[in-house]
C-alpha cells in the first residue's frame, strides 16, 4: 500500500503522470487481458530520468516495482508496488553505415523494421511486430530468422539500465560487462532497460510464407515435417503448428472455427531458392492455402499470422531434445486430429542453426543445445479457461520427457513454486541469483518471471 504523502513525493519528483486507482487515466492494459495488473500506482515514465527518480523513490520507500511498455511481457497478476510504463521512450536512432540501431524502452518491432528494412537492413526480429524490442530481447528472443541470425540477444551491442539503486548504466561487453550478460537472458530483474543498441543484418532477398492443409492430413504432415526439417540448411528457418481456432472475431472469417495445419517456412535468398526448399512440404499433401514466397520483409509478421490484438489466454511453452517417434505421437494424441483439444494452437518450431551457436559475449539465454521449442496457447476466458488449463497441463505431462527447459519469453505463465524452472537452465539460474543478490538483494523487482531467491 503506497499512502498518499508517498504519491505526491513520487509526483514531485517525475514529469510523467502518476496515477493510483480510481484516479483519471488509470489503467494497465496487457496484451493477454486475463492477466490482471491492479499496481498501487503508475507511473507514465517521460524519460529515462524519470525512470531513475522513481527507481530511487521505490527504493528508499521499499516499495517494489514492475515495469511494462507493450504489455506483451505480463507473465503474472501484480496487485501492489507501482508500474512504470515505458511506453513513452519512442527514440529511434538509425546508423545505416555503421549498421545498427538503438531504441527506446517503447519501440516496438514494426517501426524498427520500416526503418531498416529500406536500407537493406534487418534485425533478430520475433513473429510479431507488435512486441515491444527491449522486453523481447531481455528475455533473448527467438527471432523468425532465429537459424540464420541466432538469437536477438547475440545482436545487442549495448543498454542502459537502471538499476534498484537509481543508478544508470551504460553496460556492454566491456562495461558493466557481468550486468550485460544477466541483462540478455535475465528479463527485467535487475533493473529497468532505457534504451538498447542492436547489430543489423545485410540482406538482399526473402522469402517466407505458410502452407494450410486440412485436419485430417495432421499426420502426414507431421511425418513429412519431421524429415523434411532434418534436410533444410541450417539458415532456414521452420515450424508446424496444429490450429483449432474458434469462430471468434478476432481470426480472418475464412477460418473461423476451422482446425487446419499450418507449416510456415522462411529464408533469406530468392524466389527460386525458397520454392526449391519447401518443395517437399508441398508434395506433402494438398494445401488449402499456400501463401509463400518473395515478399518484403516488413511484411514477416504475415507467416505466423500472430493476432493483432490482445487476447485472454494461457499458455505453456518447453524445450525439446528432439521430435523422435514417441514425442510425435504424443503431440498428435494431444492436439493433432479427432483430439478435441481446446487449444488454439500447438506450434513445432525447429531450433539450432545460428541458436546453437555461442553467443558473442556471455549471457543468460538457454536452450542453445535443443532440437525444437514447443508453444501452445489457448483462451482464458469462459466457458473454455478449465478445459484451456486442464488441456495444458497434460501437453506439459506428455512432452516432459523430451524437454530440456524452456526459454523465458515463450515458457508461459508463472507457476507458483516453479522456483525459477522452467525458465532457465540450473548454470544460468545460479548465475542470475548470484547477479540478483549483487544488484537487487532487497527482490525491488520481483513481478513476472523473477528470478527466485536461492534456498537457504
Given at each position: 500500500?503506497?499512502?498518499?504523502?508517498?504519491?505526491?513525493?513520487?509526483?514531485?519528483?517525475?514529469?510523467?503522470?502518476?496515477?493510483?486507482?480510481?484516479?483519471?487515466?488509470?489503467?494497465?492494459?496487457?496484451?493477454?487481458?486475463?492477466?490482471?495488473?491492479?499496481?498501487?500506482?503508475?507511473?507514465?515514465?517521460?524519460?529515462?530520468?524519470?525512470?531513475?527518480?522513481?527507481?530511487?523513490?521505490?527504493?528508499?520507500?521499499?516499495?517494489?516495482?514492475?515495469?511494462?511498455?507493450?504489455?506483451?511481457?505480463?507473465?503474472?497478476?501484480?496487485?501492489?508496488?507501482?508500474?512504470?510504463?515505458?511506453?513513452?521512450?519512442?527514440?529511434?536512432?538509425?546508423?545505416?553505415?555503421?549498421?545498427?540501431?538503438?531504441?527506446?524502452?517503447?519501440?516496438?518491432?514494426?517501426?524498427?523494421?520500416?526503418?531498416?528494412?529500406?536500407?537493406?537492413?534487418?534485425?533478430?526480429?520475433?513473429?510479431?511486430?507488435?512486441?515491444?524490442?527491449?522486453?523481447?530481447?531481455?528475455?533473448?528472443?527467438?527471432?523468425?530468422?532465429?537459424?540464420?541470425?541466432?538469437?536477438?540477444?547475440?545482436?545487442?551491442?549495448?543498454?542502459?539500465?537502471?538499476?534498484?539503486?537509481?543508478?544508470?548504466?551504460?553496460?556492454?561487453?566491456?562495461?558493466?560487462?557481468?550486468?550485460?550478460?544477466?541483462?540478455?537472458?535475465?528479463?527485467?530483474?535487475?533493473?529497468?532497460?532505457?534504451?538498447?543498441?542492436?547489430?543489423?543484418?545485410?540482406?538482399?532477398?526473402?522469402?517466407?510464407?505458410?502452407?494450410?492443409?486440412?485436419?485430417?492430413?495432421?499426420?502426414?504432415?507431421?511425418?513429412?515435417?519431421?524429415?523434411?526439417?532434418?534436410?533444410?540448411?541450417?539458415?532456414?528457418?521452420?515450424?508446424?503448428?496444429?490450429?483449432?481456432?474458434?469462430?471468434?472475431?478476432?481470426?480472418?472469417?475464412?477460418?473461423?472455427?476451422?482446425?487446419?495445419?499450418?507449416?510456415?517456412?522462411?529464408?533469406?535468398?530468392?524466389?527460386?531458392?525458397?520454392?526449391?526448399?519447401?518443395?517437399?512440404?508441398?508434395?506433402?499433401?494438398?494445401?488449402?492455402?499456400?501463401?509463400?514466397?518473395?515478399?518484403?520483409?516488413?511484411?514477416?509478421?504475415?507467416?505466423?499470422?500472430?493476432?493483432?490484438?490482445?487476447?485472454?489466454?494461457?499458455?505453456?511453452?518447453?524445450?525439446?531434445?528432439?521430435?523422435?517417434?514417441?514425442?510425435?505421437?504424443?503431440?498428435?494424441?494431444?492436439?493433432?486430429?479427432?483430439?478435441?483439444?481446446?487449444?488454439?494452437?500447438?506450434?513445432?518450431?525447429?531450433?539450432?542453426?545460428?541458436?546453437?551457436?555461442?553467443?558473442?559475449?556471455?549471457?543468460?539465454?538457454?536452450?542453445?543445445?535443443?532440437?525444437?521449442?514447443?508453444?501452445?496457447?489457448?483462451?482464458?476466458?469462459?466457458?473454455?479457461?478449465?478445459?484451456?488449463?486442464?488441456?495444458?497441463?497434460?501437453?506439459?505431462?506428455?512432452?516432459?520427457?523430451?524437454?530440456?527447459?524452456?526459454?523465458?519469453?515463450?515458457?508461459?505463465?508463472?507457476?507458483?513454486?516453479?522456483?525459477?524452472?522452467?525458465?532457465?537452465?540450473?548454470?544460468?539460474?545460479?548465475?542470475?541469483?548470484?547477479?540478483?543478490?549483487?544488484?537487487?538483494?532487497?527482490?525491488?523487482?520481483?513481478?513476472g518471471h523473477a528470478v527466485p531467491q536461492p534456498v537457504p
Open positions: 500500500m503506497i499512502l498518499n504523502p508517498e504519491l505526491e513525493t513520487l509526483r514531485s519528483r517525475v514529469h510523467g503522470p502518476v496515477s493510483g486507482p480510481g484516479d483519471p487515466g488509470y489503467a494497465v492494459d496487457t496484451f493477454n487481458p486475463s492477466v490482471i495488473q491492479r499496481p498501487d500506482a503508475v507511473l507514465a515514465a517521460a524519460d529515462a530520468q524519470d525512470v531513475q527518480n522513481a527507481v530511487r523513490w521505490a527504493a528508499e520507500t521499499g516499495i517494489p516495482v514492475g515495469v511494462q511498455a507493450t504489455g506483451h511481457g505480463a507473465a503474472a497478476a501484480m496487485d501492489e508496488g507501482l508500474l512504470i510504463s515505458t511506453t513513452a521512450l519512442q527514440d529511434l536512432r538509425l546508423d545505416p553505415e555503421a549498421g545498427t540501431v538503438t531504441v527506446g524502452a517503447g519501440v516496438r518491432w514494426k517501426t524498427v523494421l520500416e526503418q531498416t528494412v529500406p536500407h537493406g537492413l534487418t534485425a533478430p526480429n520475433g513473429s510479431s511486430g507488435t512486441v515491444g524490442v527491449i522486453g523481447y530481447a531481455s528475455g533473448g528472443g527467438l527471432p523468425v530468422m532465429g537459424r540464420a541470425l541466432g538469437f536477438c540477444s547475440d545482436h545487442v551491442k549495448a543498454m542502459d539500465v537502471v538499476t534498484p539503486d537509481g543508478a544508470l548504466h551504460h553496460t556492454s561487453a566491456e562495461v558493466d560487462a557481468e550486468l550485460f550478460a544477466v541483462l540478455r537472458g535475465g528479463k527485467g530483474n535487475f533493473g529497468v532497460v532505457t534504451s538498447l543498441t542492436l547489430e543489423l543484418n545485410a540482406f538482399s532477398g526473402f522469402y517466407g510464407g505458410g502452407l494450410l492443409y486440412p485436419e485430417e492430413t495432421g499426420p502426414q504432415v507431421l511425418e513429412a515435417f519431421r524429415g523434411w526439417t532434418e534436410q533444410l540448411p541450417s539458415d532456414a528457418s521452420a515450424s508446424m503448428a496444429f490450429l483449432h481456432l474458434p469462430d471468434a472475431p478476432f481470426l480472418p472469417e475464412e477460418l473461423r472455427g476451422t482446425a487446419p495445419v499450418h507449416v510456415r517456412f522462411a529464408c533469406f535468398g530468392s524466389a527460386e531458392e525458397g520454392d526449391t526448399l519447401l518443395e517437399p512440404m508441398r508434395r506433402a499433401a494438398a494445401p488449402l492455402m499456400d501463401t509463400a514466397g518473395a515478399m518484403d520483409y516488413r511484411a514477416v509478421g504475415s507467416i505466423h499470422m500472430d493476432p493483432e490484438g490482445p487476447i485472454p489466454s494461457l499458455d505453456t511453452g518447453a524445450l525439446l531434445t528432439g521430435l523422435p517417434d514417441g514425442l510425435a505421437a504424443a503431440l498428435l494424441e494431444e492436439a493433432g486430429p479427432g483430439s478435441g483439444t481446446p487449444l488454439m494452437m500447438t506450434e513445432i518450431r525447429l531450433m539450432g542453426g545460428a541458436l546453437a551457436v555461442d553467443p558473442p559475449a556471455p549471457d543468460a539465454v538457454s536452450g542453445r543445445s535443443a532440437g525444437f521449442n514447443v508453444y501452445a496457447v489457448g483462451l482464458n476466458m469462459p466457458p473454455a479457461a478449465e478445459a484451456t488449463a486442464a488441456a495444458l497441463e497434460r501437453l506439459d505431462t506428455a512432452v516432459a520427457p523430451y524437454t530440456e527447459g524452456a526459454l523465458v519469453n515463450l515458457a508461459g505463465r508463472v507457476r507458483p513454486g516453479s522456483g525459477g524452472q522452467p525458465f532457465w537452465s540450473s548454470d544460468v539460474l545460479l548465475r542470475l541469483q548470484a547477479a540478483k543478490a549483487a544488484y537487487d538483494s532487497d527482490n525491488l523487482f520481483r513481478f
